[in-house]
């Protein structure tokens, strides 16, 4: 409610600054003016609004409205002016059209094998990195547990345990310096999975920086250390960013930080065949990360691809398929058994094939209510990570202090896992050599002689052993006391860790928590005397379960979830219990809170557009969704116009529509084409004036090409020398502007503006009265600033971030 | 065909004079109805069936096969009376059965269930596989040679076994059944090899592949499986002719702790654990880096953990835990740390604001004043 009057204030704030006279719409340095503040002023000016909320503009000085913009703490309810749009919308002027007429069906023909090409070398490249984490990362862990363990060793004998935990402290937190440095000083957007940032990007949403070679680097390097430096985080998630990077960089063909140019697949340098090579390159990353072929195709449909068609859905496929079985033929040279193609996914669950883990009809309701626990403790999970991620925004923002915090975070969680280990009395016999493998760091302690903590099993260990661990240990290999210890802490502990400005993942710590407390689930029940079946002998099956239940209750993900779990346990009877424990995780959680990425995204500002217009929005109309007035520009316009225009900071647009401007009346100009930001620069660099054309008529004509070879990297405006004399010059547009752009009328109702927006992936969408005079403008942010909020339907507003 | 079937039990009924004449009857024919269901499920296999009371000239081998049928019938029998509770009526059928089936079968009544079963005799090993060759007719194409090999085969698989079964607890396996079972290994070898015997010969086909049970092959197999879950091959040398020196070597350094373990045995455990401290270490130790190397054995394995057990639960020599307060300091000092952090950020770092930015809008006086109604 207060939003929306807020909004009410400002708008009449406008009419009450006489905007009726601001005709001159060319002028950029006009546009100050119009972003001002609401002032108290304007609130008296409404007065049967003063009930409300209003507390802020009141304490605003009226008299430094103009020069001071209000500030507010960071919230969720935001839009950051840092994010545009991709051009998902192919800009047809005379340049492209003319192109593609050349092309010839052969043409045509060498693109879709170069697609497939580009796909394949995607799926190549993916697994190799996936590869290469795994590799790395076990050696790092393997390493390090082996010091720590040694150390332990000696010292549980002669005393000076403590000196261990500091050991274990310092090399966590040295590890996870290393990542945090790289990923707080060099390249922030890295921190975290990357999965919310990837989801934007298949959005439409242009993040800074997000697939850029160097991003990939640090990302991969970050999540090395942090997985290694023993926080309760996985190295999945950062894997679909990697893919994704992956994608995004080969299909340009070209390096930009690398300045090299393979002058090849040209043709892809633009968003929209980006952004299909970035849906390709996030699935053949789940494909990866859990040997899930399937479920990373489905997870690109779920989570990131809005634009989808079923070529391209084979096509993602192939390159799923060939990033698992990469990774397989390079884990298997690894583990010494080259060809076997059997080592599938960074996390592999083990199969459960087992005769033991069948599920009767009887059990499914407990897998349901197991799947509302999960929802709850997801809710909670995000509710909490919420408020932390807040507090971080808003004071741990310094890169030194998130560096500080990451150590802190790892210190912590090596104490908390050292005090549990030593206070476990839970002792558990060693298993004979054959079913024990050297990775296992079984601690023994204070356990008698060939027995180890059983704590220190699920601890002393990276996550995706532990998990392993809690799928498939015999029953008996832990008591409950233990599980239920090791769920609360890890619970806190991964939740305290999601959000450090660490590259590192949410699945595997969920998956995790989950199967703790799913196993404590299968241990309690066989406590219940009346039904001591042998079917619920096994708690391997319900830390399955739980493990799903709890992953979806954090992230909400459903169909992709329960076709990764069924692949990536190799096992598709399990189908419909995990996809009931999905089910019911989602419904239960959704009533609480929403899903751990939607949240990061809201509160990073993201202008992210869901698949409809919020429910109660059909009143509104594009006459109030629409920016107003618009910077237009003639067909043929003065370059000095254009410049300024372009370096006002304070507007920062990027479409502009080009009118013709009958020169006599006030009135905005008939709306004829199109034209972007980025062109106008490529234009302004090849200084394309038509005084110039006209003195030389040598001039090699503008071409498609040099959009390209500028693409993605646009150079700034203020990059671009213009001189007093070249001012003075005209520019023709014509040739360049889309011609034909998208408009709608004033009336139509914003869910109608919101589809044709959202479903093609539009930048712009003009706003025309029926004289075909441009009234508007609608942007993303126009769009994605109403959501529906507890009272209804309410506002974000713009911010500076 | 039925009603001739259904005729012999009727017959044999009939001679024995007995009262309940008519009762026992119909338990007969419900008796050989059974059978009949029996005999339909195998007709093909078993086609004399029917012949028998018939036909009193019958090839050798149709008797043969027939004695087969009998005692799968006379098992079909037993189950039936079994159902109804009537053994006797179920055996006099069968003798006349029997009787009604001809000189030529009751001949070969050597090979009636109870005498054709070689392991009610207690010194079967030795004579099974005379019983078993002389249960063969002449010209099955079994030769002499591969019948003695399967002699010799059982018999060193009752010695194995019995062998594997005296040395369980404490488990010794390895340590004295590598003899017997080298022998089985080279019999089995001798049996499966593809070389011809004298008589040009090869026993594979006849001995192992014959049929889909594959009884000695089977057998040889579950032995070996049990032998390589032991891991007993890397307690012996490589010729797996006798114990390897590490095992040797274990074995005395195992003895050393476990004389210390008596000598100290009596009286104050601690002083045990004081004494053999240094004994059951470079046990331990050598039995960690053995681990390491894989030259463990069950045999080797269980002599450690029971060892350990003493030590451990028995005269209780662990660790104790000593330390726990500082443990506890150092902790808790870890854990205030980002305590302190968060704090102090909160304190003393200054709130990151958002500068807000007013987007331009249109003047829509009218459709303004309709979203204040719709929302007050």
């Known amino acids: 409610m207060a939003n929306i009057t807020k909004k009410v204030s400002w708008s009449s704030r406008g009419d009450d600054s006489a905007r009726g006279e601001a005709t ?24 049967r609004l003063s009930t409300v909320d209003l507390e802020e503009e009141i304490t605003s000085e009226e008299d430094s409205v103009r020069t001071r913009p209000k500030e507010i703490p960071h919230n969720e309810k935001l839009l950051s002016l840092k994010y545009e749009s991709l051009d998902y919308d192919n800009i047809e002027n005379q340049l492209f059209l003319e192109e593609e007429r050349r092309m010839s069906h052969m043409n045509f023909r060498c693109l879709e094998i170069s697609r497939w090409v580009v796909c394949g070398l995607i799926g190549v490249l993916t697994g190799l990195i996936a590869c290469f984490i795994d590799v790395v990362v076990e050696q790092l862990a393997g390493k390090k547990y082996s010091i ?7 010292f549980t004998e002669v005393g000076g345990l403590s000196i261990s935990l500091l050991l274990w402290a310092v090399l966590n937190s040295s590890l996870v310096m290393v990542g945090s440095i790289i990923v707080a000083f060099f390249e922030p957007i890295a921190a975290g999975s990357g999965i919310p940032q990837i989801k934007c990007y298949l959005n439409g949403v242009k993040i800074p920086r997000v697939v850029r070679l160097k991003t990939l680097m640090v990302k991969v390097c970050g999540v090395i250390c942090s997985v290694a430096g023993g926080l309760a985080v996985g190295k999945e998630g950062p894997m679909i960013h990697s893919g994704a990077v992956v994608a995004a960089g080969v299909s340009q063909g070209r390096s930009t930080s690398l300045k090299k140019d393979f002058k090849i697949f040209e043709y892809f340098r633009r968003d929209t065949e980006k952004r299909d090579f970035v849906s390709a390159g996030a699935a053949a990353g789940v494909s990866a990360a859990f040997g899930a072929p399937v479920g990373g195709v489905l997870f690109s449909l779920e989570e990131g691809a809005s634009f989808w068609n079923q070529m391209l859905t084979w096509r993602i496929f192939f390159a799923s398929m060939i990033s698992t079985f990469t990774l397989n033929f390079f884990l298997s040279i690894y583990n010494g058994h080259p060809g076997n193609l059997s080592y599938p996914g960074l996390i592999n669950f083990g199969s459960f094939d087992n005769d033991k883990l069948n599920y009767t009809l009887y059990e499914i309701p407990l897998f349901i209510l197991m799947g509302a626990v999960g929802g709850l403790l997801g809710a909670l999970f995000n ?57 296992d760091n079984h601690l023994q302690l204070f356990c008698a002689d060939g027995e180890y903590n059983s704590m220190a099993s699920a601890f002393f260990n990276t996550p995706e052993r532990s998990v392993i661990s809690l799928f498939h240990s015999p029953p008996g290999s832990y008591n409950p006391l233990t599980l239920g210890v090791f769920t609360l802490t890890y619970f806190f502990l991964a939740c305290w860790t999601y959000g450090l400005a660490v590259s590192a993942g949410v699945f595997i710590p969920s998956l995790l928590i989950g199967a ?27 830390a399955l379960i739980g493990a799903a239940a709890q992953l979806g209750g954090i992230v909400r993900m459903t169909l992709s979830l329960t076709v990764i779990m069924v692949e990536a346990t190799g096992n598709v009877t399990y189908g419909l219990p995990i996809m009931l424990a999905l089910m019911t995780a989602k419904i239960v959680g959704d009533y609480f809170a929403e899903g751990l990425y939607d949240i990061h995204i809201k509160l990073q500002s993201v202008p992210f557009l869901h698949w409809d217009a919020p429910a109660t929005s059909h009143w509104l109309t594009a006459r109030e969704v629409m920016s107003s007035p618009v910077t237009c520009f003639s067909r043929v316009e003065k370059v000095g116009t254009i410049v300024d225009v372009l370096s006002n900071t304070s507007t920062n647009h990027n479409g502009f529509p080009v009118v013709i401007q009958d020169a006599a009346s006030d009135e905005p100009g008939k709306i004829c084409g199109l034209i972007l930001r980025s062109q106008l620069i490529v234009l302004l660099k090849h200084k394309v004036f038509v005084e110039r054309a006209r003195s030389r008529l040598s001039q090699r004509k503008l071409q498609l090409k040099d959009f390209r070879d500028a693409y993605p990297r646009f150079p700034p405006i203020q990059s671009i020398h213009v001189s007093q004399d070249e001012r003075e010059c005209m520019m023709d547009l014509s040739e360049f502007m889309n011609a034909t752009p ?23 969408l003009l706003v025309v009265d029926s004289e075909n005079r441009v009234v508007g403008l609608v942007t993303r942010k126009d769009l994605a600033r109403y959501h529906l909020g507890k009272h209804g339907l309410e506002e974000l507003q713009l911010a500076q971030t | 065909m039925l009603d001739f ?7 044999g009924a009939l001679s024995a004079t007995e009262p309940y004449l008519g009762l026992r009857l119909v338990l007969a024919i419900i008796a050989a109805y059974h059978m009949i269901t029996i005999t339909e499920r195998n007709r093909k296999r078993h086609v004399c069936v029917w012949k028998l009371p018939l036909v009193s000239r019958m090839t050798r081998l149709e008797s043969f096969t027939c004695l087969k049928m009998r005692c799968s019938l006379s ?22 059965d029997v009787a009604a089936a001809g000189p030529e079968v009751s001949g070969n009544g050597a090979l009636t269930p109870s005498s054709s079963l070689p392991f009610e005799d207690h010194n079967v090993g030795y004579y099974f596989s005379l019983s078993l060759s002389s249960a063969f007719p002449d010209d099955l194409e079994v030769s002499d040679y591969c019948l003695s090999l399967l002699r010799i085969f059982g018999e060193r698989y009752v010695n194995y076994v019995k062998c594997l079964v005296s040395y369980t607890r404490p488990v010794q396996i390895c340590e004295k059944c590598y003899t017997n079972f080298n022998n089985l290994k080279e019999i089995f070898a001798n049996i499966s090899s593809d070389a011809m015997g004298p008589d040009n010969v090869s026993c594979v086909d006849s001995l192992i592949r014959f049929d889909r049970l594959m009884l000695v092959y089977n057998l040889y197999h579950k032995q070996l499986d049990i032998w390589e879950s032991a891991a007993c091959s890397q307690c012996l040398t490589t010729d797996q002719r006798s114990l390897n020196e590490t095992t040797l070597y274990f074995l005395t350094v195992l003895n050393r702790s476990a004389s210390c373990f008596d000598k100290h045995k009596q009286g104050n455990h601690s002083e045990l654990c004081k004494e053999c401290k240094a004994p059951y270490h470079t046990l331990s130790e050598l039995y960690n880096r053995m681990e390491k190397n894989q030259t463990l054995c069950i045999d080797l394995e269980d002599k450690m953990n029971v060892t350990r057990r003493l030590w451990s639960k028995t005269y209780n020599c662990s660790v104790p835990r000593e330390e726990t307060i500082p443990v506890i300091a150092v902790s808790s000092f870890m854990l205030f740390l980002p305590v302190i952090f968060y704090l102090s950020n909160f304190l003393h770092s200054e709130q990151k604001k958002r500068k807000l930015i007013h987007p331009k809008r249109a003047k829509s006086n009218q459709s303004l004043m309709n979203i204040q109604e719709k929302f007050s």
Not at chain 1, 37 to 43: D, K, L, M, V
């Open chain 2, 5 to 11: 079937v259904m005729n012999v039990p009727v017959a």
């Open chain 1, 516 to 542: 703790a407390w799913g196993r404590l689930f299968g241990i309690l029940l066989t406590y219940i005397p009346s039904i001591s079946s042998p079917t619920w002998a096994d708690p391997g099956k319900y």
């Open chain 1, 24 to 47: 001159p719409l060319l002028n950029g340095t006009e546009e100050v003016k119009y972003t001002r503040q609401p002032s108290g002023g304007s609130i008296f000016h409404i007065g």
């Open chain 1, 383 to 439: 509710f909490l990570n919420y408020w932390l991620t807040i507090f971080r925004i808003r004071y741990v923002h310094r890169p030194c202090l998130q560096v500080m915090e990451a150590m802190l975070v790892s210190a912590v969680t090596a104490t908390v896992s050292f005090t549990m280990i030593y206070f476990s009395n839970d002792c558990q016999p060693l298993p004979g050599p054959p079913e024990k493998t050297q990775e």
């Open chain 1, 742 to 764: 998208y408009t709608v009328p004033q009336e139509t109702s914003l869910p109608r503006v919101f589809k044709l927006f959202r479903a093609l992936g539009l930048r712009h």
């Open chain 1, 148 to 154: 720590i363990k040694e150390n332990i060793e000696k």
């Open chain 2, 75 to 96: 098992d079909a029998f037993v189950l039936t009376c079994a159902a109804f509770g009537i053994a006797q009526l179920c055996v006099s059928a069968t003798e006349s």
